[in-house]
């Protein structure tokens, strides 16, 4: 793919994806334009100073609602590629404010499927999260009902050129609603809140997952849910990185939060293949028309096959969380996001 010759746009642009992702490409492989779609003016007049608009460069701002299809339908005017970051992701956000949720979660998620269908999109990705996977909240059912959406939509999109995929990945370092910018905190205090002792998480970091879903855009055909190897930690271990001065204070398991997180289930095992960093989900029997690709050398997994934090073969010991959060001396994209 020649990123010159696109016309980019990111729904929710400037939140922890938004901005390392615009960052990514302007660093590494400029589009002829680079939309950052949001809803926040305050959010982009900041990312404005960092990132500037204007002549001789390809970012522009666009202030807008996924929950408003007419603003959609104008923003996408002339876009080739849409990455979809835009959700409210905050559980207990979600589990008190339910319709507000779905609103932007589900019906938005619809609002970008028909505004890119209308306008000639060629591709959209969608990101998504381990927590749509046999879902027990509210946010992760409205991300699961999403990911359906944005799965069939390459059968509503017809013989048209829109194609439609799905990026699902888990907890994000240094993104907003982290648990590392409540340790770095809480770490004055002498105790650090830990909901489970048992709790384990898949992790990635803000580069890595930028990396992934660009990888993905050239791979996808439409119909895939691409889910990358990633490693496991243990919420214990990452407040002895931290703050091994600490004591924990066990304060419980929250509502509709799990002991541990599935980036594929069982059921999923049967249509997906394996490659060596990834693996993809094949669209179901709904989508005849899709066929390998670039995705041909990808090997079956075995029946039965799960992919769980707790069974996960690669796990982060606490020296590495550290020197993935930068408190070993390095520098650290993770730790200036969690930060601020």
Known sequence: MDWQDQSVLITGGTGSFGKAFVKFMLENQPPRRLIIFSRDEVKQLEMRSQFPDG???????????VRDKQRLLRAFHGVDVVIHAAALKQVPTAEYNP??????????????????????????????????VNPINLYG????????????????AGPRMTRFA?????NVMGSRGSVIPLFLERRATGALPITDP???RFWITLDQAVAFVNRCLRLMQGGEIFVPKLPSMRLTDLAQSIAPECRHEII?????????????????????????????VQPGSIMGWWQNGNLNRGKPVPPGFNYKSDTNECWLSVEELRQMIGLDGTESHTLRAAMG
Do not use: W
């Open 55 to 65: 002549e001789g460069s390809p970012v522009r701002y666009f202030i807008g609602d």
């Open 166 to 170: 799905v990026v699902r990945y888990g």
């Open 99 to 132: 319709l507000e949720v779905i609103m932007t979660n589900v019906m938005g998620a619809a609002n970008i499927i028909d505004a890119a269908i209308d306008r000639g999109v060629k591709q959209v990705m969608a990101l998504s999260t381990d927590k749509a």
């Open 198 to 200: 048992t709790m384990t």
């Open 252 to 280: 419980g398991i929250r509502p509709g939060e799990k002991l541990h997180e599935v980036l594929l289930t069982e059921d999923e095992a049967r249509r997906t293949l394996e490659f060596n960093e990834f693996f993809v």
């Open 141 to 156: 059912a409205t991300k699961l009902c999403a990911d359906k959406l944005f799965i069939a939509a390459g059968v509503y």
